[in-house]
């Protein structure tokens, strides 16, 4: 069990530091109120997870999974909590600065339609490369590498629409690991596809985890992405009710 | 071109090119829009140049030279002195004036009684240079009856059709003038009939008559003395730097004359060209309104429809202002594009179709005058660069108007609701 704070301290130097976790969460709520209606979405989570860790936030739908990975990524201010990303307090951050965080930190794989229609699928993988400036020829070579690993070797040049579900999910996570980020964070990836190509994602991104040290926080419901994890962290109505970690 | 700026333009255009229909539809409103502004701003500039040619040849030109007083008072004792008549010849040789000047026709107007045997109707009398006059105001062209002064004219008058009707005055007939000369006194001369003219303009069919300049000094006691000295240029648009170069080489006779615009020596026509040009901002004002509109609504329901798109962008490290930029961009591209292609269509329609003039004796069955000018029904279209100028110009404004309020709901969005996933 390791949830709560762990003590160590904030780092806001913007390498990487040894020992930094790659997200720390302190007394994290997020609560929604419409017409009186009052909808605690994230109930008072603490949670720490270390570089390199593949942890899956599980739990009923309506849990509160993808409130939590959103507040964590900066897409949605919290109620009341802190969240470090890589040791930097990002609800002190304004706008622009997250902006800038989301770019250099972190990854983000939606359930579907993740990619940018208009792009082909090398522009897509690319396009954090892009908004970083990355010289052309090593945005090619990278973005190249990570076709052929992915399987995309040939399809460059489609757009999404031509793509299957499955090849627009690998074309998303190619582009949401691209840029080397400390933290990829994933909702429900698989659940638009089927087994095998399911499957065959989760592979993906369990090989790139290793490879690379890439952290990887899944909310999903999908037993099989929950198998493959190292750590479950289990919500109900918005709070952590367990969290599991296997060899 | 920072990278940034370049995928915003690139989202921007291939957002545009996608939607291919939709941008055609909207770009197509904005294109008829200018296709229309052009040619109307171009017959407009046209047959204002007509109107205006018309007004100054038969009035004063588009400059004319007076005695400072002589406009409100029209008495003989403010007139140009043959000084300073030379001083006016002098400034209209200088390089700078002279070649924007066609014409200059010297005139001695005076109020006067035109009595024969039958009647007596009051007159305006002037005194002109046969060869002058000719070139300048054409009033030999509107002859009906007889002929024009000939430079050896003396005692031969060209008379108003309607006046000499309401005289019972054929051609050759004799009739008396009467007028006050330069001393004042009550003065008569007998001329007669050469020709008669009408021209459309009532006033001036009904109570003009022109007879030699010399016999007008010479009867009037004024030798080699004009009421004002009428000059006729290149363009309209001339008058102004026209106007400033003669005022500054009379400037030592300012005490002696007067330089006046066609402007305010014409008041009325001045006015109705300012109505008519008022007519036709409110027409393009209608066709600009009509343009954004279809923008606005294009590009706003492009925004609605691409919400997701935005919330990817965001989640990828975009700022707000910057998806706002991608659609601004976007509404701009379009509208430009768009208008400046109408305007090119509407400059080859008027150019191809309506180079040698558009008729429009159809429309108009009889002559047409307005404010003391026969329009010709024959518009020649004109193309102004100030009017090329203001048309980019309201693109860029019908653009910028058009694309900032999608723009702004662009950066609105909320990214995790964006980003929810519905079945
Ligand atoms: N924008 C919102 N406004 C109000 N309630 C919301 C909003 N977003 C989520 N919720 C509510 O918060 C709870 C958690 O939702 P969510 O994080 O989407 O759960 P999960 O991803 O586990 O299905 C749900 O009860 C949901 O209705
Ligand atoms: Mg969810």
Redesign the interface.
Known sequence: MSAGANGSDVSTGRVRALGTPAVRTQGLWKVYEHDGIRVEAVRDVSLTIEQGEFVVLAGPSGSGKTTLLNVVGGLTRPSDGKVWIDGTDITALSERELARLRLEKLGFVFQAYNLLPVLTALENAEFTLLLRDVPPEERRERVEKLFERIGMTGLEDRRPGKLSGGQQQRVAVARAVVAEPSLVLADEPTANLDTATSTSLIDLMAELNREFGTTFVFATHDTRLMERARRVIRLVDGAIVDDTRRA | M???RR?RL??AL??LS?QKRRSALSGSAMLLAMALLVFSRAIADGGHEEWIDAGVRMGDGHVSVQAPEYRTRRSLEYRLSPDVRAAVQDALRAPAISNRVVASAPRLTVQGLASSSQAALPVAVMGVDPELERSFSRLDEKLEEGRWLKPDDRLQAYVGARLASRLKLKEGSRFVLTAQDASGEITGQMVRVAGTFRSGIPEMDEGLLQIPLATAQEWLGVPGSVTSEAILLRDSRDTRPALRDLRSALAGWSDDAAVLGWRESMPELNAALRMDDWADYVFHLVLFVIAATAIVNTILMSVMYRT??FG?????????GEVGRVVFIEGMILTAISGVVGMALGAAVVWGFFRNGLDFSALWDMELEAAGVVIDPVIIPAFHWNQILLSLISILAIGSLSSVYPAWRATRID??EA???EE
Request: charged share 40%; glycine share 4%.
């Open positions: 920072s990278s940034r995928i690139r989202l291939r957002n996608r997701r798109e990817v962008l965001r989640a990828l490290g975009l700022e707000r990214v995790a980003m929810k996933f």
